[in-house]
């Protein structure tokens, strides 16, 4: 398996649940991203890791709790969420921060969350 | 801060019709460009990028130059499938900061 992978695809859970999502990248890449993308609203950034390192916690709440338990999985952690909170969740991987030319985020293909 | 600036969409074209979206950006210094796709009930993917003025990308037959003089970074393609059907963000990355600053995305429906 290649690129970037999501699971689940989907996910409706209600208020008082607590779940996961899962990011796992077969790129040999060292930095990981997580990223919300709501309904008419531009892509937002939430929580950026290097070589499993937080770099990056963008004032998102405490009910989304990121662990990277090494540079190839990234999870995130949901507890008491908000229909709000409903959106589609992106993970991305890049070789590194720096910025250069190898540092191209490559995106996994979302999981569709729904609070209810 | 860095910006980016999409024509508005949506988009519907004919199968074969050339297609254009505009992409005009905010930055100081020299940005690195994007485009990046996103087919229905999907992520992004990565579709084309530029890293210096002057540089054309290209792939699946979408093209893009960077125009530093416009800061501009159109996405043109000259014959649409309805493959293309998609929403189409346009990116760009200032310097050595990892971070992206997304266009609000651009729906393209191509009908056959």
């Known amino acids: 398996e290649t690129g970037v992978t999501q699971t689940p695809r989907h996910l409706v859970m209600g208020m008082t649940n607590k779940k996961s999502l899962k990011c796992e990248q077969h790129l040999g890449h060292n930095a990981m991203y997580w990223y919300k993308q709501s309904a008419k609203k531009p892509l937002e950034l939430m929580f950026v890791y290097n070589f499993k390192e937080q770099t990056e916690n963008n004032s998102v709440p405490s009910r989304f709790s990121p662990e990277c338990p090494n540079s190839s999985h990234l999870f995130l952690h949901l507890h008491t969420l908000q229909p709000e909170d409903s959106a589609l969740y992106l993970c991305?991987?890049?070789?590194?921060?720096?910025?250069?030319?190898?540092?191209?985020?490559?995106f996994g293909p979302g999981t569709r969350l729904t609070v209810l | 801060g860095n910006s980016v600036t999409q024509m508005e969409g949506p988009v519907t074209l004919s199968e074969e019709a050339f297609l254009t979206i505009n992409c005009t950006y905010t930055?100081?210094?020299?940005?690195?460009l994007f485009w990046y796709v996103q087919y229905p009930g999907e992520g992004l993917q990565l579709l084309l990028k530029?890293?210096?003025?002057?540089d054309k990308g290209s792939n699946k037959g979408f093209e893009a130059t960077y125009r530093k003089e416009t800061t501009s970074f159109h996405l043109e393609k000259g014959s649409v499938q309805v493959s293309d059907s998609a929403v189409y963000f346009c990116?760009?990355?200032?310097?050595?900061?990892?971070?992206?600053?997304f266009g609000a995305g651009t729906t393209v429906t191509v009908r056959a």
């Open positions: 530029a890293t210096k003025a002057d």
């Open positions: 990116a760009l990355r200032k310097g050595t900061d990892y971070k992206l600053s």
């Open positions: 930055a100081t210094g020299y940005p690195s």
């Open positions: 991305a991987s890049s070789h590194g921060l720096a910025g250069g030319f190898t540092d191209t985020q490559y």
